[in-house]
């Protein structure tokens, strides 16, 4: 008995030792990200470009930001991974409700943790490109920046998951005239949404759930995050969707790719 007692004591003791170095090994593991250089949404996210719903209709051959409205269907997208710090939970969720979704990854993660984005394809996934290192677009107005950008994430797309993609989505949604215009020069879709989740803000899941239920409708882009900048956490998220998957289930919807919702190819 008294041995037990002396081992409770001490499992008590180590485990604020326990807890401290787990969260060091999260801190380093998140300090080796590539950053997005054009800042954190919450900062960035402030900004006012122009609108995607007025790009979308100046340039509807190239911009999508929603499916019909006929169907009860809808398509989960997420941003900025992958991260391996939340990508394989946001996996894990995904893979337990049997749902399939659009991953826009940045090329510079992509290279430091090609097995996740491998993981995404084998799970039945879709990836985008997302730029290389996720700079503000419209800060920089260099269509120079765009084209280097994306094409060095697409070669490193290629060289893991074996085809180069038409799908991408601009850090922020941040875009305008003549950048859309090269977009569609390069053969790309560009994938906007139409319910955005605020993730990024850091509420808690039942506000996360709340904002993306309360603003569904048929053919909805819904827009999360996987990863972020180091100091981010992204672990409401991988709780909300826990809770707004089942909700919208139960609603009728059906969870969908953006290339299926939209019956678009997603391949070059």
Known sequence: MMRVKILIIVMFLLIPLIQSVSANEAKNTSRQLPEPQGGAESTERVRQPVSNIILQQRYPETIVLRGAMSENKLALTFDDGPDPRFTSQVLDVLKKHDIKATFFVMGARAREYPDLVRRMIDDGHIVG????????????????????????????LEGIIGYRTKLFRAPYGFLYNELVEKLAEMDYTVVGWSVDSLDWQEDAPEVIAYTVTSNIHPGAIILMHDGGEWDADRTNTIRALDQLIPTLKAQGFQFETVPDLLNIPYKK
């Open 129 to 156: 490109n997302h730029s290389y290192t996720h700079p503000n677009f419209v800060e920089e107005e260099q269509l120079e920046t765009l084209e280097r950008e994306v094409n060095q994430t697409e070669d490193e």
